[in-house]
T-cell receptor, first 111, second 114 residues
């Protein structure tokens, strides 16, 4: 049973536009959420996080939104740049001291 | 300097062999992990160690044995390799347990069992 799901395996966005990546979770015990970015042949690198006491966290071009009632979070990137092309993983944690990852969404930014 | 380094980057071997993957972190973190990225691309935790002590041991065949000689190193030994073990294995570290500071990942080891 996969507790964190990213239902879009890929997303293509034009440079300069907004990219929106989505993530759903099922476990209401999760209280901390993170987004990671992964380039080919590299490990995931941390991008931004949010705790369950907030519904929004912003860091430059990146904003994460959390909707606890819907058990949904999203990552907004604006404006999108070619260097943002990567695979994005959402992850959730809480209680069990381990992070549960989604399967990733491949974002492609087109010039 | 690489923060979390794992070797080898690629590993191709035959069924039934025994192999090891090494991991070292120079971040001074207390906790280290092994994650497996399977064919469906999910990253799943296998083990975590805190100060050389095993904390998390997910449902992993006992052919997989982690070893942490010190808190900067966490190696993964796999006995009697099977085709289904083919995956990318990531080592990671974090500052401490229960602290949701980010995990720092190595670049992965792609294991192919033929």
């Amino acid at each position: 049973d996969q507790q964190v799901k990213q239902n879009s395996p890929s997303l293509s966005v034009q440079e300069g536009r907004i990219s929106i990546l989505n993530c759903d979770y099922t476990n209401s015990m999760f209280d901390y959420f993170l987004w990671y970015k992964k380039y080919p042949a590299e490990g995931p690198t941390f991008l931004i996080s949010i705790s369950s006491i907030k519904d929004k966290n912003e860091d430059g071009r990146f904003t994460v939104f959390l909707n606890k009632s819907a058990k949904h979070l999203s990552l907004h990137i604006v404006p999108s740049q070619p260097g943002d092309s990567a695979v994005y993983f959402c992850a959730a944690g809480g209680g069990a001291q381990k992070l549960v990852f989604g399967q990733g969404t491949r974002l492609t930014i087109n010039p | 300097d690489t923060a979390v380094s794992q070797t080898p980057k690629y590993l191709v071997t035959q069924m039934g062999n025994d192999k090891s993957i090494k991991c070292e972190q120079n971040l001074g973190h207390d906790t280290m992990y092994w994650y497996k990225q399977d064919s469906k691309k999910f990253l799943k935790i296998m083990f975590s160690y805190n100060n050389k002590e095993l904390i998390i041991n997910e449902t992993v065949p006992n052919r997989f044995s982690p070893k942490s000689p010190d808190k900067a190193h966490l190696n993964l030994h796999i006995n009697s390799l099977e085709l289904g073990d083919s995956a990318v294995y990531f080592c990671a570290s974090s500052q401490g347990l229960g602290e949701w500071g980010p995990l720092h990942f190595g670049n992965g080891t792609r294991l192919t069992v033929t």
